[in-house]
């Protein structure tokens, strides 16, 4: 069964590996969702920045530092990275979070609906491959684990 570290979780104790970050879209229906009930059976942590409400950094610098600091320990913690990005030019927090995951060389899948801004930058740079689906990005998700669970 897999373990789940919400955001302002602590994150020490015992997470069963591997450790995924699920970064992204952070509006609208959940995306987390569909990965939590087709990998619930799975030995794996779950780590999901999603907060409600949404921290405005602007309104709440303390909050918003405080939020940027955990999220980055989580990203250290991981072991791979699931993004996925909604459409129009939303989820720059995301965009650096999946420079930072390269930039330490750790594994990143990357899905995007259809009308997602800057897709052809980010592949550009990053040579990742864009699942246009969350069924795609669970699939590949699943190859990815797979792998991760045999070494």
Same mark, same amino acid.
């Given at each position: 069964?897999?373990?789940?570290?919400?955001?302002?979780?602590p994150?020490?104790?015992? +997470?069963?590996?591997?450790?995924?970050? +699920?970064?992204? &879209? =952070?509006?609208g229906?959940?995306?987390?969702?569909?990965?939590?009930?087709?990998?619930?059976?799975?030995?794996?942590?779950?780590?999901?920045?999603?907060?409600?409400?949404?921290?405005? #950094?602007?309104?709440?610098?303390?909050?918003?530092?405080? &939020?940027?600091?955990?999220e980055?320990?989580?990203?250290d913690?991981?072991?791979?990275?699931?993004?996925?990005?909604?459409?129009?030019? =939303?989820?720059?927090?995301?965009?650096?979070?999946?420079?930072?995951?390269? !930039?330490? &060389?750790? #594994?990143?899948?990357?899905?995007?609906q #259809?009308?997602?801004?800057?897709?052809?930058?980010?592949?550009?740079?990053? !040579?990742?491959?864009?699942? !246009?689906?969350?069924?795609?990005?669970?699939?590949?998700?699943? =190859?990815?684990?797979?792998?991760?669970? =045999?070494?």
């Open positions: 069964m897999y373990t789940l570290i919400k955001a302002d979780d994150l020490t104790g015992k +997470m069963p590996g591997p450790r995924v970050y +699920m970064g992204g &879209q =952070s509006r229906r959940d995306w987390r969702l569909d990965f939590f009930q087709r990998f619930a059976r799975m030995d794996v942590t779950f780590i999901n920045p999603r907060r409600e409400p949404f921290i405005d #950094p602007e309104l709440e610098p303390a909050a918003h530092a405080k &939020q940027v600091a955990w980055r320990k989580a990203l913690l991981a072991d791979v990275g699931v993004f996925w990005l909604g459409e129009g030019l =939303s989820n720059q927090a995301a965009r650096v979070e999946i420079g930072y995951m390269l !930039g330490a &060389q750790k #594994p990143v899948l990357l899905g995007a #259809p009308g997602f801004m800057g897709v052809e930058h980010l592949v550009g740079f990053s !040579g990742l491959v864009v699942a !246009g689906t969350v069924d795609g990005l669970m699939n590949r998700f699943a =190859s990815v684990l797979n792998g991760l669970q =045999s070494s």
